[in-house]
């Protein structure tokens, strides 16, 4: 089956400095990514949806200058946390789907876990 | 806005039957997902429905009433590894297809004990 793999699994970082998480897909082409926060005890969020060769949609509340996303090819986008603070510390979980994938297997990335001092 | 609901946390003994429950109100619906989260991974997937209806896969089992915006998961003969969160995602139509967007109920912790 379709694997999407992240990158850092796990990263601790400074206070006000950027971190960059990516997502690729490994066997299929993504067309559309999806970026999703969560917190502990808590569901996932959804922040952002990107379409490959276009600008990302952020869902309200999210900031579009603080969580920069790419998504330039067809199996690769990236997240980047700019002046990351403690409260940006979350589990950050990115979901690829593309042409042909079903609509009832929609592919996650193993997730990545961002702690900021 | 869009509004999914499901209970924070349950309690089950081992062998027994559980009920999960979701309801939701969406902008828009084309169909709803059921996944299973371990603490500190990824979602997994369990079942989708898309029609009125039971669609049943081994132990677990999903429902779906479009008209009360209802579904439930139902896991039988539970297992202590069950003890998971399970979350509801209702799929939106967003740019169609496959590449719909899915979004997140609250999730329910549950716990299953001896």
């Known amino acids: 089956g379709a694997v999407v793999s992240q990158h850092p699994s796990w990263v601790i970082c400074k206070s006000g400095t950027s971190v960059k998480i990516e997502c690729r897909s490994l066997?299929?082409?993504?067309?559309?990514m999806f970026w999703y926060r969560q917190f502990p005890k808590q569901s996932l969020m959804l922040m952002a949806t990107?379409?490959?060769?276009?600008?990302?949609?952020?869902e309200q509340g999210v900031e579009k200058d603080k969580f920069l996303i790419n998504h330039a090819s067809l199996t690769l986008s990236t997240l980047t946390v700019t002046s990351a603070h403690p409260e940006d510390s979350s589990f950050y979980i990115c979901?690829?789907?593309?042409?042909?994938?079903?609509?009832?297997?929609?592919?996650f990335g193993p997730g990545t876990r961002l702690t900021v001092l | 806005g869009q509004n999914i609901d499901q209970p924070t946390e349950m309690t089950a003994t081992e062998g027994a039957i559980v009920q999960i429950n979701c309801t939701y109100q969406?902008?828009?619906?084309?169909?709803l997902f059921w996944y299973q989260q371990h603490a500190g991974e990824a979602p997994t997937f369990l079942s989708y429905?898309?029609?009125?209806g039971l669609e049943e896969k081994g132990r677990f089992s999903s429902f779906l009433s479009r008209s009360k915006g209802y579904s439930y998961l139902l896991l039988k003969e539970l297992q202590m590894k069950d003890s998971a969160s399970y979350l509801c995602a209702v799929s939106l139509p967003e740019y169609g297809g496959a590449t719909n967007k899915l979004i997140f109920g609250t999730g329910t912790l549950l716990a299953v004990q001896p």
């Open positions: 990107s379409n490959e060769g276009s600008k990302a949609t952020y």
């Open positions: 969406t902008s828009g619906f084309n169909g």
């Open positions: 066997d299929f082409q993504a067309t559309t």
């Open positions: 429905n898309v029609l009125d």
């Open positions: 979901r690829a789907a593309g042409v042909g994938s079903g609509t009832d297997t929609q592919y």
